[in-house]
């Protein structure tokens, strides 16, 4: 029989030795405090985190926010560039150090491949994936759910809007738009039914 907690310090023993999920919920830092809290402490671990929206709406400068709080921390980072149009030194600009990220490019449905297996390798607490739309089936997505999930692993997926719209199994889905110089940023789906309809707008220096 499992003893019942009793305090706070108690119950979060409790969920690291029962529920790790749920323990984690926390997350990783998006690098912005507004839109840590507007999701409850970052973007969580251990599953799919969908950020859609057409090509300049800013999907790639929030994903290297991410990215940038890993790397600043000592961490290392992955990218998988489905497309190969990625231009590291955009992402050095946005705060992420070059010497700690990993970049693959694939061929078509390669790449897919490729983010699984950088995924499952559990060497990155975060791995962004882009230009997968024509080839992330629902299979592939839900092995691509099963590697994060098996390491822990935050696994952000860049998107156009039809290919995000196909994916369910997902713990995050974040709708981003162009506002002038910002960012807007709504919350489509959250796993975890904390966010689900909200909105934030992010500043210009996240719009780059």
């Known amino acids: 029989m499992v003893a019942q907690p009793t305090n706070l310090l108690e119950i979060r023993a409790f969920l690291q030795a029962q529920a790790p999920f749920l323990a984690e919920r926390e997350g990783l830092s998006s690098g912005h405090d507004d839109l840590d809290r507007l999701l409850s402490g970052g973007f969580p671990r251990g ?12 999907r790639m400068s929030v994903a ?16 998988i560039d489905g497309r190969g149009t990625l231009y ?14 990993l970049m693959v490019r694939g061929a078509k449905e390669r790449s897919v491949y490729a983010a699984e297996q950088v995924i499952d390798s559990g060497a990155f607490r975060v791995v962004v994936a882009s230009g997968l739309d024509g080839w992330l089936t629902a299979t592939r997505a839900r092995r691509l759910q099963t590697a994060a999930e098996g390491a822990r692993v935050a696994a952000l997926l860049l998107l156009e809007p039809p290919a995000a719209a196909q994916l369910q199994n997902v713990a995050l889905r974040l709708g981003l738009t162009r506002r002038k110089s910002a960012i807007q940023v709504e919350v489509e789906k959250d796993r975890a039914g904390r966010a689900t309809g909200r909105r934030i707008i992010l500043p210009q220096s996240m719009a780059a």
Do not use: D, N
Request: aromatic share 2%; hydrophobic share 50%; glycine share 16%.
């Open 47 to 58: 599953g799919l985190v969908v950020l859609s929206g057409l090509s300049g709406a800013g």
């Open 64 to 79: 290297a926010g991410v990215l940038a709080e890993e790397t600043k921390a000592g961490r290392p980072v992955a990218w």
């Open 88 to 101: 590291p030194p955009a992402l050095a600009s946005l705060g992420v150090a070059p010497e700690r990220l």
